[in-house]
């Protein structure tokens, strides 16, 4: 294996679930010397690849499918901030969350379906229809979430939509 690809290679393995572009900004290498060397690296069985929400995502094989979900919700900043909340603070009402994280409802909402969909979070309803949250997989979640800190671009992305649902939100209210 060329000195190029170990590097590559090396970059997933310490960076599970990152994006082609991080990849790029890590390395010392141009983006089509990473494509031929990921695309060798998948071929044989060495890195993962998978689209997710939007973003090519990059992963060990040791990581199963539920892991390779997590990770890639964990790289978004907000996704992130919800269940750190939660390992905190749970059981925990929708409202408590967006309001102590300080975002929008239908922010928080728009998360959540990821984190519900991949078994992340539970999202349980009392007998008045009242919801609560709490994490599905605790002892798996927390060792993984330390594997991940969100990038700049992942974090600015989240914090626009944020700014975006929050203004949506006021100028919903001031009607």
């Known amino acids: 294996m060329s000195d190029t690809r170990k590097q590559i290679k090396a970059h997933v393995q310490t960076n599970a679930g990152i994006h082609f572009n991080e990849l790029v900004r890590l390395s010392e290498f141009a983006p089509g010397q990473i494509q031929y060397h990921v695309r060798r690296l998948i071929d044989a069985e060495e890195v993962v690849r998978e689209e997710r929400y939007g973003q090519t995502h990059y992963y060990p094989p040791q990581y199963d499918e539920w892991e390779r979900s997590a990770l890639a919700l964990f790289r978004r900043e907000t996704a992130r901030a919800v269940v750190v909340y939660l390992i905190e603070h749970e059981p ?23 984190l519900v969909e991949r078994d992340i979070v539970d999202k349980r309803y009392d007998e008045r229809n009242r919801v609560t949250l709490s994490l599905s997989n605790p002892d798996r ?15 600015l992305v ?17 009607r």
């Open 92 to 114: 925990s009402r929708p409202t408590a969350v967006a309001d102590d994280i300080g975002i929008a409802r239908s922010t928080l909402e728009y998360h959540l379906d990821h």
């Open 158 to 174: 989240d914090r626009f939509t944020r700014l975006v649902d929050g203004l949506l939100e006021n100028g919903h209210d001031s």
């Open 141 to 155: 979640t927390a060792p993984l979430l330390s594997e991940v800190t969100p990038t700049v671009p992942d974090r």
